[in-house]
């Protein structure tokens, strides 16, 4: 296999890694996915599905799921659109999606051709007997029916029709994107997630049409014998979605398109375990959510066709869908932004690529959809902007007055919730909302279970109220549960620091770029102990060069699954960090654990400030902690922690000096240092890389008062891992 296609399949891993699939389980199967869009002489075809309008079950979010994936067709991978077919809301019943499989994708699909369908709604659990184990995995579509005692069957389509669908296919180049859960937990939404499975625990049985399709089916013959599969969870799991600022989507269907914008052919083989964008959508979501890939019937791995495995297109945020006033203003699809940035995005600008100078200015967004202005400059004697030109980020522009925001539980008493957001109102930038509105966390009561397992037995079984900070999908934010009987009002007092440390770590996530970054360093996360070996390594996908990472140990690739990384809490920790580019780069590296506590990391003995003044030379490498230390011990609690490596062209000085003030209170010198007002450094470290973006900026020519961030000069790696 050549280089270009090793590469390409390194950087596939890392792409699908986002949202938590492993080498171990992709290859060759998840392969088949980028390989197959990035095929530029196939023809591809496709049949997109998203259901929100049930009878007793909507959702919000599917038919956007559809255009995400529609736009990424077109606008990434180069489909012809009337190649693609769409059928949502009441368009998707049983026999619409089933006979538009048989004639757009079975009848025209050839030997070597892309085949894409990509299902959004609600699925379920159907019996195929009188055997309680004799039930199947379904799809729910459009025309869903109530089971009676007199007649239960139901409208569903069978998991193992659609299986049969795509093994029926003349090509190997086919892939089935799922994006719903069969199993209803009894609640159809959990805090800010509504879950997609039909919310009846009624059980119907597949109607005689479904089984005698699914029989013909069975009868054809040359079937393939395996159908790949990318699905938003395992059988048991739930998927969900959740609202943004203007939209509702699936975190699947989110995270994998968003994720594909930004692909490109690695350049270096490093195997990826996660990225920042999937872990930090498990991180918000807090379910039992893990993306598979499964491979049904399969009893050998079939055998893959490496040819032609290149993107005929760059990285990119987005894609220029409109050309209005005569070429003044554009409209944007800007799926390749990760939601955070996209909620700060305003006044962003934005590179069209394959023309020359030209830069756009954010005037507007409406959910994934943005207005832009063309800045002066722009040559117009090489052409005008065109429909379906890429975009990518330039200039990342932030207010300065990111605050946080705290949902109000809804299981707070009315004079609760009065209390709450008078409390809340005190804190500056922080603001609180109602329970179905976007936020960064929630707040309110623990539930009598979580109590009871705090509460000593020899107690009385009394429960008393006790208030915490919770994720958006209601898990408890450690640390953060407070005493019986404490007033609503003295609670919020009490969580003022844990406040300000979500708000530090949601500042340091905004610089999260590794999609956008064209400055050339990486890094590499490696275990000391109780055993010696790299486990993760990241690099901006846009920096380009010939370098390699240190390779991942085989022992690594063994264990991997389709869960995060994890590291065992006590284990002993490094990074290595890479300095490719062509001049000095300076750097900082904070870790925020499962609490939101917020710590730096020294490099150089008891220094815990190295890097932040002293470069890494050109073509230089240093770990942190130190060479020949023994790293640093991995603590609790348990649950997710992130660090973030921020590299820099200039030196963190604000940093430095909000850090020392720290210090100098503390009169401590260790390698990690818990931040004791770490609002004031991820602010200090924002205020930096403006400093530092100042003539890329004042280049492009734009003037603003918020913070204007050039994405040539930093880069900010996020390593996500499980604490156990």
Known sequence: MGLKRREFLQQAGRVLAAIGISEALWLPLGSRYLQALAQPTARKLALLVGVDKYPDSPLHGCVTDVEMQRELLIYRFGFVPSDILTLTDAQATRENIETAFVTHLGEQAKPGDVVVFHFSGCGSRVSLGESPGKMQNSLVPADDVLPLLANRAVNDILE??????????????AIAILDTS???PGFSKNGNFRIRSRPRPTIGQPGLAELTFAQDLRSRPNLRPAAAVLAAGANSQLAAEQEWNGFTAGLFTYALTQTLWWATPASSFSVSFSRAAGNVYSKLAGLSQQPQILNHDLTTAPAVNFSNLIFNSPASDGAVTAVEEGGKTVQLWLGGLSPSVLECSGGSVFAVDSSEGAKLLLRGRTGLFAKAQVLDGFDRTFGQLTVGQLVREEVRVLPRNIGLTVALDSGLERIERVDATSAFATLPQVSAVGSEQ???????????????????????????????????????????QGDGGEAVKVAVQRLTPQLKALQAGKLLRLTVNEGSSRLKVRAVLATLAPQARAVAQREPVRAGGDYRLEP??????KSASAHILSLAEGSRVRYRLYNDSDRPVYFAVFCSDSAGRLSVLGAEGKDAVGGMSRAIAPGENLTVPA???????????????????IFSETPFDRTLAAIEAEMQQTREALPIRVLLNPLNVARAVLEDLHAASIPGVQKVGISTDDLALDVNVWATLSFVYRVV
């Open 182 to 184: 069969y199993t209803y």
């Open 160 to 173: 193992e029709t659609l299986l049969l669908l795509v093994r029926s296919l003349a090509t190997e180049n």
């Open 438 to 480: 976007l936020a960064d966390c929630r707040f309110g009561r623990l539930p009598e279970t979580t109590l009871a397992e705090t509460v000593s037995p020899h107690e009385p079984a009394s429960y008393p109220s006790r208030y915490g900070l919770f994720s958006l999908a209601q898990m408890l934010i450690p640390d953060t």
């Open 627 to 645: 060479a020949g230390a023994m790293g640093w011990a991995v603590s609790g609690p348990i649950g997710l922690a992130e660090t973030f490596i």
């Open 552 to 557: 991942l140990s085989g022992e690594s690739e």
